[in-house]
Structure formats: C-alpha cells, structure tokens
C-alpha cells in the first residue's frame, strides 16, 4: 500500500491540518533561531546539492535517515512539521513521495519554494531489459483495474532517479541555485558563484565519465541487484543486465534470474558484476561465486552509511568511486 494511501486512512486532513498549523512558526523567511534559510531535503542527491550551493546560509535538514532504505520512507509528524515550517522544500517527485502531497495540501505553500527534481528534466520510463524481474514494484499500480486488457493500463511509471547522470545533476542545482536566490535574494551572489563553482566540477565529472566509456573495450554492465541508473546509462551509451528495475521491492530474485545473469556474465565474459548501496549483496555474491567475476559497488547516491555521512561525504566523492568502478568493469 502506498503510503500517502495508509497516512489518509489514519490522519484525516483537518486533523492534519490543525497538527501542521498549530505548529508551524510565523514570520518571514528564516529560522528565527539562526537567521538562516530553513531548506529541507527528501533524500541525499538533493541535500548534497544544496550544501554546495548554500554553504553557511542554509540551516539544512534530510529526512531519510542514513542508512535507511529510501523506497519505503514514512515520515514521522515531526517531519512533517519540519516541512510545513521550511523556506525551500526539495523532494524527488515520483511514487515513492506519494505522501508529501497529503502534506502539502495541508499547508500554506504560498511563501515556500518548492523544486520537485523530476521537474527539472526530462525523465524517462523504467525499462525491462531481457531477463528482468518486474514483479514486486515498490510503487505498484494499486488502482488500475486487474481485468484490464494489457493495452488499457497507464503509461509505463517514469524512473525517478534522475540525478545518477551529471548532466542532469547540472540541470538540478541551476534550479536549485533559482529557488535559493526566490527566497533569498540578498545572498544571490553567494548562491550564483557556489553553483556555478559546483557546475564546473559537475562538468568535469561528466567529462570522466565520457572518457571512461570512450575508452573502454565493453559498453555493457551487469548488476545482481536492482538498476537505478537508467539515467546514466543513457547519458553513456551503456547497455546493462540486472536482477530488477530500480524501484523494485524485492531483494532476492528468482532462480531462473540469478541463472540468466550467470550465463550473461559466462556469455559476454564480463569480468565485474555490481551491487548497489545498503544491499544485503547475496544475489551479486551468488553470480560471482559461479563465474568469478570481480563484486564491485556501483552507487546510486540515493542514501549514504551514517559513517559516510558524518564524515561529510558528497554526491562527487561517490560518483568519482563510479568512475573508477567502471573503468575496471569495462576494460
């Protein structure tokens, strides 16, 4: 059940909206506290690009927890009351924040910027590539109709993870750069010079990347887990094999999968398979085991270790490990 689904069954909106009022500061745009401008992130990418772009201006909050698994994220009410007292609120805008529209309904959204990172390219659909599992969908359909024919369901979901390719990323933090100066335009100048410092990286990294795959003897990865990085793997020209799409649920695949990415692996004598962050890693270990391939980690920057983030790890830092990750598994 999704839980924008379960959130209504249980907080009926005037209840909600008395919670979020009731505590929401008045005032202009602020923390009262500090001085500085309240920004809130859903997840990782996004925090990470405010941080370069804001610096000491922002008094800055993620919601998802490190370590914690994105795709089923609840917020708490002292969530919510952290968003409905923000200045700038920046979420991904797929399924899976099904439950900041319950939210935002709920709220005076009049005097707050509010930058969905789906809006700020252009997305593509998941894609079921040739041995797949697509059942087991974190954000199934739940109310198309199970007698429909084929032909009759909606349009196939669009990937969230927008924010695995650079050049997206540069999109991302030009409109975030936009919505900080909105709120706060007596420190423009400061937003203006970070963003377009981090622009430059962003550019250089994306550079890396080309260079990587123009270089390299195979253009095709394969990963025993599921496949967030539909983005950069168009941004590339990268042909992938993987156990299930991106926003899949399931953690363990079938044994007819694991097979097929075997017989791939043997096939096409890839010598790395990939597994992503926080995953438990038993599919990637089960495929090594049987053709000797090399498990590396391939990081979709959706959430980070708390060790990571505390020690103050950024989007960069991670994608940089991506360069290098690739370079091994494509040569």
Not at 34 to 62: C, N, W
Not at 85 to 106: C, H, N, P, R
Request: with cysteine; aromatic share 8%; hydrophobic share 35%.
């Amino acid at each position: 059940m999704k839980f924008s689904k379960l959130f209504s069954a249980f907080i009926p909106a005037s209840v909600l909206l008395l919670l979020l009022s009731g505590c929401a500061s008045p005032g202009t745009a602020g923390s009262e506290d500090s001085g500085k401008i309240r920004a809130v992130a859903t997840i990782f990418p996004q925090y990470d690009f405010l941080r370069q772009i804001g610096g000491d201006h922002l008094e800055l909050t993620m919601l998802l927890k490190p370590g914690a698994e994105s795709h089923s994220f609840e917020p708490t009410p002292a969530d919510m009351i952290t968003v409905s007292q923000s200045d700038l609120f920046v979420y991904v805008g797929g399924d899976s924040d099904a439950w900041v529209e319950t939210i935002l309904e709920s709220v005076d959204v009049s005097e707050k910027e509010i930058v969905t990172l789906m809006d700020c390219v252009e997305t593509v659909a998941e894609e079921d590539v040739e041995g797949m599992e697509t059942h087991g969908h974190a954000h199934d359909h739940e109310d198309e109709d199970p007698t429909a024919a084929d032909g009759d369901h909606e349009e196939a979901e669009q990937d969230e993870h927008v924010w695995t390719s650079p050049r997206n990323a540069v999109r991302i933090v030009e409109k975030l750069r936009d919505a900080l100066i909105a709120v706060d335009p007596e420190n423009a100048g400061d937003y203006t010079q970070n963003a377009a410092d981090y622009i430059d990286r962003l550019n250089r990294l994306d550079q890396e990347f080309q260079e990587t795959v123009d270089t390299a003897k195979r253009h095709t990865i394969l990963l025993g887990d599921r496949f967030p990085f539909r983005y950069l793997a168009d941004a590339y020209g990268l042909d992938y094999y993987a156990a299930f799409p991106g926003c899949s649920s399931e953690s363990e695949a079938s044994a007819k999968t694991i097979a097929f990415l075997i017989d791939k692996v043997k096939e096409e004598k890839i010598p790395v398979v990939f597994s992503i962050e926080l995953s438990n890693e038993k599919m990637t270990d089960s495929i090594c085991e049987a053709t000797g391939a090399t498990k590396l980690q391939l990081h979709s920057c959706h959430n980070v270790t708390r060790d990571d983030f505390e020690q103050g790890i950024t989007y960069l830092d991670l994608m940089e490990r991506n360069v290098q990750a690739l370079k091994e598994a494509l040569n």
